[in-house]
Structures are given as structure tokens and as C-alpha cells.
């Protein structure tokens, strides 16, 4: 069965658009005042001024690895930012850890972990599925590259930018 929709009747100076586009210009100018009248300043001059000293608290960056204050892998290869990562930026190949290292804590590590840049939407999903808080977003905004293979960050890079974690950090949870 068809529906029809009666259209309401319009008075003859709602068909001359005039009001409608009067009413747009008002708008229009009233942002553009308010915008003037400011005393803060609306475009950033990006390479001279930097976003820093303002960056927001919750600004996502890009990921890196941390390690712990022993100097060794929080990642335990659990593949779990793997799995989640809806671009599919990351990839793991874990191997066994050697019984007999010193260092030894769990049953595996990352052989590989690398992550695409170009492929991250820098969600955060990883650094939230993260069981050890072994992945973090960093406040960086500036990643570049002069190569596809360069924006390709493998285990010693993402180490190298994450730096060292000391003890948990309990990142969502302000009672602990």
C-alpha cells in the first residue's frame, strides 16, 4: 500500500526564499563577529607555532611499546591489539621464551610487532585491550616518512619511542 505525504501549503513569502535566506546570512555574520571578537587566535601557523602547550588531555596519538624497570618486554604476545585493530595495523609473530633465560616471566614474546602507520586510525582500541599496559599512545602529531617502508614501525623502533614504564599505571581506574 502507498503512503502519500501532503506538503504543508506556503504562504507566498515563504516561496520567495528570502526569509530563509536572510535568516542563513544572519547566522553566517553572527559567527563571523563572535570570531572577530575573540581575543584567541583561530589559525595556528603550524611549522613555526606548535600544538603542544595545548594539546588536549585526552588527544590520542600514535602507539608505542614501553618496557618495565628491568628493561624488559611488557608484551607478552597475547595478539589481542592484533585481533582488534579494525584497520589490521598490527602484526605479531610471537616465539617461545627459553626456560633458562634470566629474564623469563611468561611462556612468550613478540618475535615481530610491527605496526603500519599508514594503516593506523589511532583509535586507541589497542592501548585499551592491552592486558600487560604494554602499548601506549604517545602525544605526538608528527609522524613522518619519506617511504612506505619507513612508516612501517617495527619491535626496536616502537620500543625505542616508547621508552620505560615504571610500575602499573592503572589508566582508567581513578580509585586505585
Not at 52 to 71: I, M
Not at 80 to 87: N, Q, S
Request: charged share 35%; hydrophobic share 35%; with cysteine.
Amino acid at each position: 500500500m502507498a503512503y502519500t505525504v501532503k506538503r504543508p501549503k506556503l504562504a507566498w513569502w515563504e516561496k520567495l526564499y528570502l526569509p530563509g535566506l536572510a535568516k542563513g546570512l544572519r547566522i553566517t555574520l553572527g559567527h563571523f563577529v563572535k570570531t572577530l571578537s575573540r581575543k584567541k587566535k583561530v589559525t595556528m601557523q603550524y611549522p613555526e607555532e606548535k600544538w603542544d602547550s595545548s594539546l588536549p588531555e585526552h588527544y590520542r596519538g600514535a602507539p608505542a611499546l614501553v618496557t618495565d624497570e628491568q628493561d624488559r618486554e611488557r608484551c607478552v604476545a597475547c595478539q589481542l591489539c592484533e585481533f582488534i585493530c579494525p584497520p589490521r595495523a598490527i602484526t605479531i609473530n610471537p616465539e617461545e621464551i627459553p626456560s633458562d633465560d634470566k629474564w623469563a616471566k611468561v611462556e612468550k614474546r613478540p618475535k615481530k610487532f610491527e605496526i603500519d602507520m599508514i594503516r593506523c586510525i589511532y583509535c586507541g582500541m589497542c592501548e585499551e585491550v592491552c592486558p600487560e599496559q604494554a602499548i601506549f599512545l604517545r602525544k605526538d602529531y608528527a609522524i613522518t616518512g619519506t617511504s612506505r617502508a619507513e612508516m612501517v614501525h617495527d619491535k626496536e623502533k616502537l620500543y625505542e619511542i616508547g621508552g620505560v614504564r615504571e610500575g602499573l599505571v592503572n589508566k582508567w581506574n581513578d580509585l586505585k
